[in-house]
């Protein structure tokens, strides 16, 4: 909550139209909520104050850094982007929710750890289903912490020149440890699979070997997050390699409905969503085929100009969906 001066001077300076003041505030207003670590808050605050211009007292980990290339193709190696989805709108099993919240209080609060010679979680393993909130959470951790979101590209990493691979591994490990970023190895069995699976040429153990050897030695800024749909095929030397293994199962009924509810938010419909044919529907799908679906329906209801959402809308979308 901000001082009563604070609140005073807002209120005096927005009454009396002396934007300067206002402004003058409102940036002591943000740097208290940071301070407090209510960076949510803090960053909602600047989006209102300043819109798509970049606040004057922005820190240097927000300004996005110039990524390393591929030597032979000339394309970037990662790529960076300002996160924009917030802790707000993940739907998570409990488990899982609470390990990302820990993550979060450890990164906010990494001072009072390292006056006991302790260190936040600098690698996260991100594993489950395709499409149950992996990449979002990643991003979701980018914005809470204030830092950009680096996501590895393996089109431009994994080369098709000998030895090349590693050495574009070097280069993004190289990057990372100097700049405050969130990193994102999307699809890490590509660079972490088993060393022992006989149908691998000797290229690829070589790139596992240096993800392995990367890995151990990486003391930088950045918080590392690898995410896989094929936790399986992972090399088993890998898992050792991370403070903290996340799990994202499919959503349970109970989180089914909270999805629900949030991506019908807003939406005129005649139905509950406690509905049985709804959640017949829904249930073992990932959050990311159902959002498609509500997205699909949403749009043929606004075109075909309907008052409501139906359940036959729905489950239309739903067929085409499961035609594709």
């Known amino acids: 909550m901000a001082s009563g001066k604070l609140l005073r001077l807002l209120v005096q300076s927005g009454a009396s ?12 207003l943000i740097k208290e909520e940071r301070a407090k670590q209510h960076n949510l ?22 300004i996005l850094p110039q990524a390393p290339i591929d030597k032979e193709s000339g394309v970037a190696l990662i790529d960076i982007k300002q996160a924009n989805r917030s802790i707000n709108e993940l739907i998570l099993e409990k488990r899982t929710f609470e390990v ?34 992996k990449t979002l959470s ?4 980018a914005y809470e912490l204030n830092r950009p979101l680096a996501i590895v590209r393996l089109d431009s990493l994994v080369s098709s020149f000998l030895g090349e691979t590693a050495a574009n591994l070097r ?10 970023l969130v990193v994102l190895f999307d699809e890490f069995d590509a660079l972490g699979k088993e060393r022992d699976d006989g149908s691998e040429h000797g290229e690829l153990r070589r790139v596992v070997n240096a993800v392995l050897q990367m890995m151990d030695s990486y003391d930088g800024k950045s ?3 690898a995410a896989t749909n094929h936790e399986q095929i992972l090399d088993s030397a890998i898992w050792r390699r991370f403070d903290e293994l996340v799990e994202f199962p499919l959503l349970s009924k109970n989180q089914l409905q909270s999805l629900l509810q949030l991506k019908l938010r807003g939406v005129r419909r005649d139905f509950d969503l406690d509905d ?11 959050p990311a085929i159902i959002e498609r679906i509500i997205r699909r329906a949403i749009k043929r209801m606004i075109l075909k100009q309907n008052e409501f959402l139906t359940i036959r809308i729905l489950k239309n979308a739903f067929e085409l969906e499961n035609r594709k």
């Open 17 to 28: 139209g002396d934007s300067n003041a206002f402004k003058s505030a409102t940036e002591q």
């Open 41 to 62: 808050l803090a960053n909602d605050l600047e989006r209102i104050l300043y819109g798509d211009r970049v606040s004057p007292n922005t820190s240097a980990h927000n």
């Open 100 to 133: 990302i919240e820990n993550v979060l209080e450890e990164h906010r609060r990494e001072d009072v750890l390292r006056s006991y010679g302790m260190m936040p979680a600098e690698k996260i393993l991100f594993f489950g289903p395709p499409g149950c909130g």
């Open 138 to 141: 990643a991003e979701a951790i």
């Open 171 to 180: 280069k993004i490990f190289d990057f990372i440890e100097k700049h405050k």
């Open 223 to 225: 918080l590392i997050v």
């Open 276 to 286: 049985p044919e709804l959640n017949s529907m829904f249930y073992g799908n990932s």
